[in-house]
T-cell receptor, first 112, second 110 residues
Framework: EAQVTQNPRYLITVTGKKLTVTCSQNMNHEYMSWYRQDPGLGLRQIYY???????DKGDVPEGYKVSRKEKRNFPLILESPSPNQTSLYFC???????????FGQGTRLTVV | AQSVSQHNHHVILSEAASLELGCNYSYGGTVNLFWYVQYPGQHLQLLLKYFSGDPLVKGIKGFEAEFIKSKFSFNLRKPSVQWSDTAEYFC????????FGTGTRLLVSP
């Protein structure tokens, strides 16, 4: 079954404590991306990756890092989380940047 | 830069009412068009997509959308909504990347 798996689903952390949200897909997609969803703002792209070792900034990259060492995995790293990064995060993968995207279940992050 | 506008932020309907959600985009070239649905507490799922061909596309659960190139629009329709259609609906446009609208929250009362 085609799947994008994110972990954890829920996370509460304190300001400044580094965290990583994992994302894995089983569809051999080259393109993966991270979005944050905030009320009234829809989904905004944080970072994307066109292929292994190829990553680039999306619309709201500040405060985030990503890596793409393997095709299937695309972790999102918050080196020093702040309260304004409290949000719902989605990982997505697709065969290309403008194609049908498959989304993970989401990670609800709260930074206190 | 391409942008996507969804004009209705909140829509409340009674069951069996007809639905139309507006979506307009700014890019003038060839784009891929999508509608995604997010049920409460769940991730986004594809409702329907348009890449080329017949501008009237049918998706899952009785939804359809019409691409009108001259109006840069891709409105979502359903003739008769059900309580289970309560969700948030996102229009998305794909050119060099996917750009999402801000979403429309639909509440269907029984």
């Amino acid at each position: 079954e085609a799947q994008v798996t994110q972990n954890p689903r829920y996370l509460i952390t304190v300001t400044g404590k580094k965290l990583t949200v994992t994302c894995s897909q089983n569809m051999n997609h080259e393109y993966m991306s991270w979005y944050r969803q905030d009320p009234g703002l829809g989904l905004r792209q944080i970072y994307y990756s066109m292929n292994v070792e190829v990553t680039d900034k999306g619309d709201v990259p500040e405060g985030y890092k990503v890596s793409r060492k393997e095709k299937r995995n695309f972790p999102l790293i918050l080196e020093s989380p702040s309260p304004n990064q409290t949000s719902l995060y989605f990982c997505a993968s697709s065969s290309g940047p403008s194609g049908k995207a498959f989304f993970g279940q989401g990670t609800r992050l709260t930074v206190v | 830069a391409q942008s996507v506008s969804q004009h209705n932020h909140h829509v409340i309907l009674s069951e069996a009412a007809s639905l139309e959600l507006g979506c307009n985009y700014s890019y003038g070239g060839t784009v891929n068009l999508f509608w995604y649905v997010q049920y409460p507490g769940q991730h986004l799922q594809l409702l329907l997509k348009y890449f080329s061909g017949d501008p009237l596309v049918k998706g899952i659960k009785g939804f359809e959308a019409e691409f009108i190139k001259s109006k840069f629009s891709f409105n979502l329709r359903k003739p008769s909504v059900q309580w289970s259609d309560t969700a948030e609906y996102f229009c998305a446009v794909g050119f060099q990347k996917l750009v999402f609208g801000t979403g429309t929250r639909l509440l269907v009362s029984p």
